[in-house]
């Protein structure tokens, strides 16, 4: 037996990625049969028509402009300036609350994600999140020394379960003092939900009443798909919600360039916190660079130059909003085709109202992903379903697509 070198606290850590591995499967798949006669549902990225991995022209153009010191200079911990209000001016989009703000430049949004947990999660404390979850949550809890529970996310009329979030944050609170809470809206990954401006009302009344017992919330609102749920104003009406809440509640936004800049292997995100106390705010900007020196240490200057660049020319702005725009249209048409047919052969797939993915309930994910290997359909199974990746399938291969998960499900029934 081959002798153990890992910290105790580390050997344990095997990463297992349905993911990646449904990704491999459909690759071997392809190489057999012809990419042309194989659907690949499980890709996390928008690809286009052609099934080639789509981007903005505007990006590419104003990236490829910068000086070569855009590339290789270090840039400053917290990040550039001017890339931090850019995000905040993004993210908000004409919504912005009134309140204290600041930011840090991140590793995409899972380093948002991750600065969030390191600096306000107790160790041994839960982070509260929904059933339906980005799985790399719990990586990020479990690495860090804390764990996720979740509240289910859907009633039994698949709207926003008020009931049960209530219930685990009132549970959770009878033994912690702090509570980290993830909501993944609008566009949530995996099932395409967005809470209504309803929703946001019992959270924030659910959150307040702990707030007035002195109890601690951070709330981390995960944008990752904001910009394909729709109409930007509109999809940001919520925010305007967190103006001047209780001084013990913050409010977090995880921002990421990887889907609106299809920017994903650049790597940069943001960080951005909101609180109604100039000192929380103060707090959080030292504490996050602290967190950054020690891990990633700076972030990709060329990456926020580039969105600086973009932000600031108004011709250039006006052309990306343009091309984003139509990758959105773009990928709100498959899922639609997708809920379309589901209705009509009966698949109880879970409401989609935009974004990446969509997913439909099963007691035996992997079952019925295997069953669709026989149609050369490849999707990723999860812990309570099967996750379709709407932006990975081109339109002419999605029609059929529903109706084949029905057919798989019935056999393995």
């Known amino acids: 037996m081959a002798i153990q070198m890992a910290a105790s606290h580390a050997a344990s850590r095997i990463l297992k990625d349905a993911i990646f591995g449904a990704a491999a499967a459909c690759r071997t798949a392809a190489a057999v049969h012809g990419e042309e ?21 505007t990006v590419e153009r104003v990236f490829r402009s910068l000086p070569i010191e855009d590339y290789i200079a270090y840039a400053p911990i917290a990040g550039l300036p001017e890339y931090l209000e850019a995000a905040i001016d993004i993210t908000f989009a004409g919504n912005r609350p009134d309140g204290f703000l600041g930011a840090i430049a991140t590793a995409g949004g899972t380093g948002a994600l991750r600065t969030a947990v390191d600096n ?26 804390c764990s996720v529970t979740n509240f289910q996310l859907f009633d039994e009329e698949n709207n926003f379960n008020h009931k049960a979030f209530a219930a685990s944050v009132d549970r959770l609170f009878q033994t912690q003092e702090s509570l980290l809470i993830i909501l993944n809206t609008p566009a949530h990954n995996p099932t ?15 959150i307040k009443k702990h707030a007035k017992e002195g109890k601690k919330i ?63 705010i103060d707090e959080f900007s030292e504490i996050s660079k602290y967190a950054a020196r020690a891990t990633w240490s700076n972030i990709n200057r060329g990456a926020m130059t580039l969105l600086t660049r973009i932000q600031q020319d108004s011709a250039a702005y006006t ?8 990758l959105y249209h773009l ?7 997708f809920m379309k047919e589901a209705a009509a052969c009966s698949l109880p797939a879970l409401p989609y109202k935009g974004g990446f993915f969509l997913a439909i309930p099963a007691a035996n994910p992997q079952a ?14 999860l812990k309570m379903g099967v996750r379709i990746a709407a932006c990975s399938v081109p339109s002419r291969k999605m029609h059929g697509i529903a109706e084949k998960v029905k057919q798989a499900m019935d056999k393995i029934s």
């Open 368 to 381: 019925v992903c295997d069953q669709l290997h026989e149609d050369l359909i490849f999707a990723v199974p």
């Open 37 to 57: 006669n194989v659907v690949n549902a499980t890709i996390g990225a928008v690809m286009d028509d052609a099934g080639k991995l789509a981007h903005l022209p």
């Open 192 to 206: 395409g939900y967005s809470l209504s401006l309803e929703d946001w009302d019992h959270v924030l009344e659910t």
């Open 319 to 326: 052309s990306y909003e343009a091309e984003r725009d139509a």
């Open 218 to 280: 951070q709330l981390l609102v995960d944008i990752a798909y904001i910009d394909f749920a729709g109409e930007k104003f509109e999809t940001r009406k919520f925010m305007r919600k967190f103006a001047n809440l209780p001084e013990n509640i913050l409010t977090l936004f995880a921002f990421s360039m990887s889907k609106a800049y299809t920017f994903y292997g650049q790597r940069c995100g943001a960080l951005i916190a909101l609180s109604s106390n100039k000192g929380v």
């Open 120 to 145: 306000y999660v107790e160790r041994r404390d839960q982070v509260l999140t929904s059933d339906w979850f980005w799985g790399t949550y719990k990586v990020i809890c479990q690495e860090l020394g």
């Open 331 to 337: 990928v709100q048409e498959r899922g639609d085709i």
